[in-house]
């Protein structure tokens, strides 16, 4: 992999601190969905067990760009200290609302603060790249954190399903946030992020110093045409992968056999470790086909890969192979995401684009596990297994006018990334 490979990445100064620290924040990213769907389905059925898995999502989709403007305004440390407290204790609540069945509503309100409150690790560390790193390491860097967020896929589930053979699921919510709470407060005092913060603070004191003496708004735009065709593509690929994950454990829970559901979920997730190290070995070269272009390519790959799913009611066996194979090709379209989030937005904000970025694809989450609590309920399973595929239909093609709007604009982007890295 040469110098702009892993073994450059984790022998740059801070980076072994930051991954750790990172991983072990971020430790309920893949516990806290099935945990919480099989947790509340038990108690309320699958309808209100999908509605809080999406008031869930929803939460981290509402406030995230808020915390995004606070990174970037350089207040992250103290942003992400704050939250992960509020958070600890949004889900002790939520296990008591829901342990004492009380009314639907007030379960899903405290998901939906669970969700809110998460601190924003993604908009600490995604923005934090770009400043302490290498302009050959950076799309090293998102493709690292789609490898953490992958490997904790696969071990997540197995966790959970330990926690639900055990009878105590509420546990595996509470355990996996209060280590979430020692990874953020670790993060949140590593020397580079409190430099990053400084940085920030400096930089947006610079520009309103500026500003007010030109008398012209410092404030760059972030949500431009090209940028909403980026969140919407991602926002419909997360809504595959939603009600996918919400889905797989509610047939196989209905089946009597809940564990397995979290094994067909890992085996996602190990696919999509698999894509992770395939893709970063051979990505073709941005000069060569320009991201865009292969994101367009990846998703229409993707798309081809996912109609296969509907297949796996037909068995077990069948399920894992189905989903290693929509993990390994969905895990390059998630990297190029990343990769254009990074360029399409403007140096001081970020933080801010990468929360957008979260937003949109926890909406889509949010919208996935809406539906497919529904089909649950009311539709037969084979359906339910083939209809997501719509969504990457559509996240094909806002991928598409999106290439088309940027396919004379390469050259700029390149020179604007490159202002950026000086």
Excluded at 136 to 148: C, D
């Amino acid at each position: 992999m040469g110098e702009s490979g892993y073994r450059a990445f984790f022998h740059t100064q801070h980076v072994p601190q930051l991954a750790l620290s990172m991983v072990l924040a971020r430790l309920p990213v893949g516990v806290v969905t099935i945990v919480l769907v099989l947790f509340v389905s038990t108690r309320y059925g699958a309808t209100v067990a999908g509605l809080c898995t999406a008031g869930f999502t929803i939460g981290m989709a509402c406030l995230a760009p808020v915390f995004g403007k606070f990174v970037d305004k350089g207040y992250g440390p103290v942003t992400l200290r704050v939250l992960a407290v509020v958070e600890m204790i949004s889900v002790l609540a939520l296990v008591a609302l829901v342990l004492a069945q009380t009314h639907f509503v007030l379960a899903i309100a405290a998901s939906f603060c669970c969700g809110a409150f998460m601190p924003p690790i993604a908009g600490v560390t995604r923005s934090l790249w770009p400043s302490m790193l290498d302009m050959s390491m950076i799309a090293t860097a998102y493709n690292f954190e789609v490898l953490v967020i992958d490997v904790l896929y696969v071990t997540g589930p197995l966790l959970a399903s330990i926690f639900v053979a055990i009878g105590a699921p509420e546990a595996g919510l509470i355990s996996t946030t209060a280590a979430s709470l020692v990874g953020t407060f670790i993060l949140a005092s590593l020397e580079p992020v409190k430099n990053h913060a400084q940085r920030n603070r400096t930089r947006r004191a610079q520009a309103t110093q500026s500003a007010d003496a030109s008398a012209v708004p410092a404030k760059v735009p972030l949500l431009t045409f090209a940028v909403m065709l980026l969140l919407l593509a991602a926002l419909m690929r997360l809504m595959f992968s939603g009600w996918l994950e919400t889905i797989i454990p509610l047939f196989y829970n209905d089946m009597g056999q809940a564990a397995l559901g979290s094994i067909a979920i890992s085996a996602w997730s190990v696919g999509s470790v698999l894509g992770v190290v395939l893709f970063h070995r051979f990505q073709p070269n941005p000069r060569t086909i320009a991201p865009v272009k292969q994101m367009a390519l990846f998703t229409g790959i993707f798309m081809a890969v996912s109609i296969l799913a509907g297949f796996g009611v037909n068995g077990f066996a069948i399920m894992c192979v189905l989903m290693v194979l929509v993990g390994a090709s969905g895990a390059p379209v998630d990297n190029l995401h990343y990769q254009l989030a990074s360029t399409l937005s403007p140096q001081e904000r970020q933080a801010e684009m990468f929360s957008w970025l979260n937003t949109a694809s926890n909406v889509g989450i949010a919208g996935g596990a809406f539906f497919a609590g529904l089909c649950a309920d009311y539709v037969d399973y084979g359906i339910a297994f083939f209809l997501p595929s719509i969504c990457l239909v559509l996240s094909f093609a806002f991928t598409a006018v999106l290439m088309v709007s940027q396919s004379g604009r390469r050259p700029k982007m390149i020179r604007r990334r490159k202002a950026s890295q000086a």
